[in-house]
């Protein structure tokens, strides 16, 4: 396989205007040398410029936290043309018309076309070198092609991809770099680990505001996908004592995979990794281990993390044959998709390294709409001579066995060892969109000016978003005081937690005189084990109320009638008295199933969420008719748990639910777990239940590939549609009012839901956003924003769940009030929970908001009347989309009930659930690979009227689904 060299080297080391010196080495032509003239100006400020605005863009921009600088706001638009422009210059220097550079090119191109075109890669060299394999398979006969850039880090961050020279005649060839390679051992032979299956060692540093787990999903998905070929270990924020064990384990590893936080110095030479709090490391503090790896057979090291080029400068002095970086800063979802494309691409299609990293690379294009030439940042770099690599050629040196056989007892594997897939934490954050930057003083002077850097935690607080100092990083919560303290304070289960056995249940409903007294009566008894006494008193209650609300009918405004309907709309005691049914069933003999419901019923200081009397409404309703079905009954028990709309405490009661003989469930096995509300608390709790093999079944949760990124495993499904639904819905009926909209976005960076909510409409938007706005940000101010965006077309605006508390929704709430209608507003679904009866709009904001506030929901009454009759003889009115599809979860998973049955049997069932849904007519329950809901393929449009009562109608035209 011929080699091409091309070589970059300056003139004179002491003048930079003297330009470079250029070798052009092939086997044919010899050497060729010719002169290029310096990188101009112009060129060296359009590098700058798109720099700068690539990292302050939106979604790349809210990694910062910056205090004292100014940062220039650039549209998606603005930064595109930047790009641009950084082409043009960069070719234009390339294209100078020199005439020894203009023959050296010509003499390149017959070489690099050699054999034809092929469909190949490139990547780049170990000694500051870019290879590219023409055939693609890494074995044929297309030359190599090395481009050789020195230690100049200016020249290593060009965008050589595209030289239009190479695009033209080696497109195959990716970016080139320049690390320096003391080795003099390039010919030697190659060595393999000893073992039996490919090893996979993957590093988990320091994931503050990042998605590593999905990062980490993606190769344990290798190891489940080829159990008999592959194994992934993985260490989780481990002590350097931990990664020198790990390093130093007798049989190699094939491939290191480090994910989280990392950095490189302003001269590119050293690169740094966070490896967990409190640990900052450089290759060069583990060089002794790492060298050894080496020497087992280490064949790649991917480093899935920001500014890299000083990292794979340092990996090229221990001799590493092969790394992949990332040269600048890198957005999560990019970092993420990029890992998943490239080992989809190398170890299942099984293309060569090079091939490989151009699909993988290529493949990120759709998001350069969002965040401009991110196709730039990955880079392959490999020491001169080396083999092409391939996943097969891993496998052909495969040992039968482990052939390690130490003279002394092996090392001790490291203690810090990941638990098999499904098992691990939640993720540290809900940010989707923030990624691994850990920035040195230098490069902050270079993207923004010159800042003072004193530690570095204060370091990652200007430029990564985080908690102030001194304080634990946080996920949105609250603590007793609902002050949004990251470290909130968790209630003990007893208090949250009632099959209709606590009177001290936090969140219960309060029913005036007489009903208070049934009610506790009723529960006094349960908890003795009296249910006949239990049902007794609930149906008392229940039978009481109607009458006195039949008395007083006349009156609907008198304390009587009101007090009865408070009582017949109480969700717990129908709950309560249907418990006590199936308990006495079960001492008959009969098969029962237990399942939990949790749900926000009230904040941790006892104040009432009404979506948590919504999502009850829905279930108390399917669980009645369930247990009184005159044909066939089945015995559902539902155990009530309030998880207080705060995720840890949501994690903190999974981890309960899931021990044996948790008293609330009598002895019985859970079969499946209703909710949560949020999708951050369903996030945090699903590695527990994954590990327990739980299923859990979400009314409401939307945001994208919840499995994935939450270490789900197979176990949740939800009724609901996804945030890519709601987006495209709304975004959909935006683009047929106005064609080219410009648009101001709201959403709350810190809220997992509003955060991924915001980047799915930046995908179905694709650059018609032309500002973002935070509100989280404690500073926000309605009137302002919407001053400064006085000329764009509409508004979205994304307010979360309440997650933890109220104040990033009241500001969403205040924008739409603030705009008053005057631009077309899409807003996400939870603006549903505002107050827009008398007491929380006026009349006059509720009709300028008409046909102008415009929401997307999964179900609307008009939609499904028959439902809507059932519910309202249950709940006398008020019902809404949240009780439905809250009656859809319970009504999926009855007809997979039988005796013996398992919650894993029930997962089992669900994945190929058929059910028909009573509140779609026509439809199907029915789930896809990543238990979203298959035939939820769009929503309904909704608008805001002037009717307290029902305050959103159907948007004119808008048709059922």
């Known amino acids: 396989m011929e080699t091409i060299k091309l070589t970059l080297r300056p003139r004179d080391e002491d003048n930079p205007a003297a330009g470079y010196r250029v070798r052009l080495d092939s086997r044919d032509l010899g050497e060729l040398e010719a002169a290029l003239p310096a990188m101009p100006n112009s060129l060296v400020a359009a590098l700058a410029d798109w720099k700068a605005a690539y990292a302050v863009q939106e979604g790349v921009r809210s990694h910062f936290r910056i205090s004292g600088v100014k940062i220039t706001h650039h549209t998606a638009q603005d930064v595109i043309r930047l790009s641009e422009r950084l082409q043009e210059e960069f070719n234009e220097w390339l294209n100078d018309g020199n005439k020894h550079w203009r023959e050296l090119r010509e003499a390149l191109i017959p070489l690099l076309r050699r054999n034809g075109y092929g469909n190949g890669n490139g990547y780049a060299n170990g000694n500051g070198s870019s290879y590219a394999n023409g055939n693609g398979n890494g074995n044929g006969d297309r030359p190599l092609l090395i481009i050789d850039l020195g230690n100049d880090d200016t020249l290593k961050r060009l965008p050589w991809q595209d030289w239009k020279l190479l695009r033209q005649h080696y497109y195959y060839s990716d970016a080139a770099i320049r690390v320096l390679n003391p080795s003099t051992s390039l010919g030697s032979r190659p060595s393999y680990p000893q073992a039996a299956k490919i090893r996979i060692l993957v590093i988990v540093g320091e994931s503050d505001d990042i998605s590593t787990d999905q990062d980490l999903s993606a190769i344990q998905q290798l190891e489940h996908d080829h159990p008999d070929t592959v194994e992934v270990i993985s260490l989780l924020q481990p002590s350097p004592a931990t990664l020198q064990a790990a390093l130093e384990d007798p049989q190699g590893f094939h491939i290191l995979v480090y994910v989280g936080h990392s950095r490189s110095d302003d001269d590119g030479n050293v690169g740094w990794l966070l490896l967990n709090q409190t640990d900052e490391i450089s290759i060069r503090n583990f060089k002794f281990a790492l060298s050894k790896l080496v020497r087992k057979g280490l064949q790649l090291a991917i480093f899935n993390s920001c500014d890299g080029l000083g990292l794979a400068q340092q990996l090229a002095q221990i001799d590493v044959p092969r790394c992949i970086v990332m040269k600048e800063p890198v957005p999560d979802p990019v970092a993420v998709e990029f890992l998943q494309r490239f080992f989809h691409e190398f170890a299942t299609k099984k293309r060569s390294l090079l091939m490989a990293m151009r699909a993988a690379r290529q493949g990120l294009e759709h998001f350069n709409l969002r965040y401009s030439e991110v196709t730039w940042l990955p880079t392959v770099c490999v020491k001169q001579n080396t083999e092409p690599l391939t996943w097969q050629l891993l496998l052909d040196q495969l040992q039968q066995e482990p052939a390690i056989a130490p003279p002394h007892p092996p090392e001790p594997r490291p203690p810090q060892i990941s638990p098999p897939p499904g098992t691990l934490p939640p993720p540290p954050s809900p940010a989707t969109n923030r990624r691994k930057w850990l920035v040195g003083a230098g490069t902050a002077a270079v993207l923004l000016g010159a800042i003072a850097l004193v530690s570095l935690r204060q370091v990652r607080c200007l430029f990564v978003q985080c908690d102030a100092p001194g304080s634990s990083p946080g996920q949105g919560l609250v603590g007793p005081a609902g002050s949004g303290n990251p470290s909130p304070t968790l209630l003990p289960i007893e208090r949250l937690i009632t099959a209709g056995d606590n009177g001290n249940l936090l969140g219960s409903l309060k029913l005036e005189a007489p009903y208070a007294a049934l009610k506790q009566a009723g529960i006094n008894a349960f908890a003795t084990g009296d249910y006949n006494t239990a049902k007794a008193k609930f149906d008392e209650l229940r039978q009481l109320a109607q009458t006195q609300r039949q008395q007083f009918s006349n009156d609907s405004n008198s304390p009587d009638y009101k007090n009865a309907t408070a009582a017949l709309r109480d969700p717990e005691v129908l709950i309560f008295r249907n418990n006590a049914e199936v308990r006495l069933r079960r001492q008959a003999g009969q098969p029962t199933y237990t399942i939990a419901a949790v749900i926000p019923l009230s904040t941790p200081e006892g104040t009432l969420i009404n979506i948590g009397e919504q999502m009850l409404f829905g279930i108390a309703q399917a669980q009645d008719q369930a247990v009184n079905r005159i044909n066939a009954p089945t015995n559902l028990e539902v155990i009530i748990v309030n998880d207080l709309n705060v995720p840890a405490q949501s994690r903190a009661i999974a981890e309960a639910l899931v021990q044996p003989n948790l008293p609330a469930l009598d002895g019985q096995p859970l079969l499946a777990v209703i909710g949560n509300y949020t999708s951050r608390g ?15 079944i979400s009314p409401l949760s939307t945001v994208m590939n919840l499995r994935a990124r939450c270490n789900g495993a197979d176990v949740f499904f939800r009724t609901t549609s996804s945030t890519q639904i709601e987006a495209r819905t709304l975004a959909d009926y935006l683009h047929q009012q106005k064609n080219q909209p410009r648009v101001a976005l709201f959403a709350n960076s810190k809220e997992f839901y509003s955060d991924d909510l915001r980047y799915q409409f930046e995908s179905e938007l694709r650059g018609t956003i032309v500002r973002t706005f935070d509100l989280s940000d404690p500073q926000f101010d309605a009137t302002d924003a919407l001053r400064q965006v006085e000329d764009v077309d509409a508004l979205v605006v994304l307010p979360d769940g309440r997650t933890g508390n109220s104040e990033s929704f009241n500001r969403a709430l205040a924008v739409i009030k603030a705009d008053g209608g005057r631009r077309l507003i899409l807003a996400s679904a939870p603006i549903y929970t505002a107050d827009w009866s008398d007491r929380g709009s006026s009349s006059e904001e509720r009709r300028a908001l008409s046909n102008r506030l415009i929401v997307a929901t999964d179900w609307y009454a008009a939609c499904a009347p028959d439902f809507v009759q059932s519910a309202n003889r249950y709940w006398l009115g008020g019902v809404n989309r949240v009780t ?78």
């Open 682 to 696: 369903t996030c945090d709790s699903l590695p527990v239940y994954a590990a327990a093999k739980q299923v859990v």
């Open 884 to 961: 439905a599809v809250s009656y859809e979860a319970i009504e999926v998973l009855l007809p997979k009930l039988r005796p013996g049955i398992t919650s894993d049997e029930i997962r089992q069932g669900l994945a190929t659930a058929q059910s028909p849904s009573s509140i779609f007519p026509g439809k199907t329950i029915s789930f896809d690979a990543r238990g979203d809901r298959k035939d939820l393929t769009t929503r309904v449009l909704t608008t805001l009227v002037d009717n307290p009562a029902n305050p959103f109608d159907l948007v004119p035209e808008t048709v059922c689904p």
